[in-house]
């Protein structure tokens, strides 16, 4: 499938998710997840309106940060970042999903010549092979930051598990929402934390149900050219 018709589709199933949930679908901003495919089909995507783009490997951004620089796609880092990499992506990306430690926050800290917006991630669900803080750390982590004048915690972000379990997906959603609401509660200068970046391929109806506001698609919307398993 073409990816306008694949957006379209996408476009169509979030309003249906608004209008269940009375919320309106200028609030949710759809990420292309490209990390799969090559910098000609990231191409297209912003051919058929995309804005945001998202990859989860240094290599893979500089690669197609490169062929598309005429375009000036919003970047996400959405993967694991390791801290030794942070120098290497940090004056390219706008917004960073996986803020999950301390040294990684020093380093950003250290390393970034503006502030920059950062979801910190959050494991909600009680599958082991998922990266993000647990809830309990997520109040004392934000509260450790207020000098980090590099870092805006815009949000929170959470990769729910892989399942067609509609009442785990929502429970995850719904725990990330809760936190995102404490944090906001902190009134702390750098972490406004309005944003849920939560909802792929599989759950992003339920995510967008649950108040998502960034959700991150990649197979269903420019595919998997790489092939094998969505995740
Ligand atoms: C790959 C990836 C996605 C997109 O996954 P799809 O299921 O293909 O939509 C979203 N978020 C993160 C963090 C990813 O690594």
Known sequence: ????????????????????????????????????????????????GIKHLGENRDTGLLHKLEILKDRQPVW????????????????????IHSLDRLSLADEIQK?????????????TSLETSKHGMTKEEVLPFVKALTAHENIR??????????????TELRNCFRLLKELRDDVQQLEQWNAPCRELS???????????????????????LVGNEIGGGQR
């Open 1 to 48: 499938m073409d990816v306008k018709s694949n957006l379209q589709h996408i476009h169509d199933r979030i309003t249906e998710a608004c209008k269940k949930a009375d919320r309106t679908a200028k609030d949710v901003s759809v990420i292309a997840v490209t990390k799969y495919v090559s910098p000609e089909r990231a191409r297209e995507a912003l051919d058929a």
């Open 76 to 95: 996400h880092f959405i993967g694991t970042l390791q801290t030794r990499k942070v120098k290497t992506i940090i004056d390219h990306v706008s917004y």
């Open 111 to 123: 390393r970034a010549k503006k502030p920059v917006s950062c979801f910190v991630q959050v494991n």
């Open 153 to 166: 915690i815009i949000g929170l972000m959470t990769m729910a598990p892989f399942t067609a379990d509609e």
């Open 198 to 220: 939560m909802g792929m391929s599989n759950d992003f109806t339920i995510a967008v149900e649950e108040g998502a506001t960034f959700i991150r698609i990649g197979s269903s």
